[in-house]
Every structure is written in structure tokens, then in C-alpha cells.
């Protein structure tokens, strides 16, 4: 019995430390934009481009992945359509006509996808336009 507990701590611990290195995303539906937010060191390198299907992310040395659960319960699907995670990269894949910018807020990086003529917070990515 004594045995199984120290199993089930350990295990639970384990989970834990999993779930505790994954850097949680969160979002946001404005009228204009949808902003996605994630918590990241100061010490983070990151590059961000935008694609032919959307906005690519990379974390250079981060590799416990990211948690996108809950990003679409608070944000419609009308800019970002989905968001593929692997590793240290992030795709927003984006149904629009949209401009896009990412940029450091402190703690966070700030992820927007902003409707055609509207202004945006940062200088806007580099690449192909995003129109659908």
C-alpha cells in the first residue's frame, strides 16, 4: 500500500512539472483584432514571420511545447482559424485579410492579427500578406 501512494505522489508530480513547463497561451477578441499573449522570460529569444497560411512563431531553446486549451472559448475563429504547436513553434493559421504583429510587453509576447486598415501596435511581420 505504502508502495502505491509513493507511486501515485510521483506520478502526480511528474504531471505536474509537465503541465508547469508549457507556456500557456491566452487570447482575446476585439473588434478589430484578436490578440494572443503568452508569458515568456526576458531572457527568450523569438522570431516570428508571416507565411503563406499565417503566422509563424519560434522560440529558439524552448521545447516543452505550449497549452492552446481555452484559446478558442474566449476568441472567435474569424482571424485565427487554428493554431498548430510543435516543439518551440507556434502556427496561427488565419482565415482573413490581415496584417499581423508580434512584439515583447514586458514578461509577455503579444501576438495580433489585425483586420486590413487597422493600425497596428508594433512594426508589422515580414513576408507574404495575409489575404484569403
Known amino acids: 500500500m505504502k ?14 512539472k509537465v503541465q508547469a513547463q508549457q507556456l500557456s497561451v ?3 477578441d476585439h473588434p478589430n483584432f484578436s490578440r494572443l499573449t ?5 531572457k527568450q529569444n523569438w522570431t ?5 497560411e ?23 475563429r474569424a482571424r485565427i482559424s487554428d493554431i498548430v504547436v510543435e516543439d518551440n513553434n507556434l502556427m496561427l ?6 496584417n499581423s504583429t508580434v512584439f515583447r510587453d514586458g514578461e509577455l509576447l503579444v501576438i495580433d492579427v489585425v483586420d486590413e486598415g487597422t493600425p497596428l501596435a508594433a512594426e508589422p511581420l515580414k513576408g507574404p500578406s495575409l489575404q484569403q
Open 3 to 16: 508502495y502505491i501512494i509513493t507511486l501515485a505522489i510521483a506520478l502526480f508530480g511528474s504531471a505536474e
Open 38 to 42: 503568452i508569458p515568456i522570460s526576458r
Open 26 to 28: 491566452r487570447s482575446g
Open 93 to 98: 493559421q488565419v482565415s482573413c485579410d490581415c
Open 48 to 52: 516570428a514571420y508571416q507565411g503563406a
Open 54 to 76: 499565417g503566422v509563424y512563431l519560434e522560440l529558439p531553446g524552448h521545447s516543452d511545447g505550449f497549452s492552446v486549451d481555452g484559446v478558442f472559448s474566449r476568441m472567435k
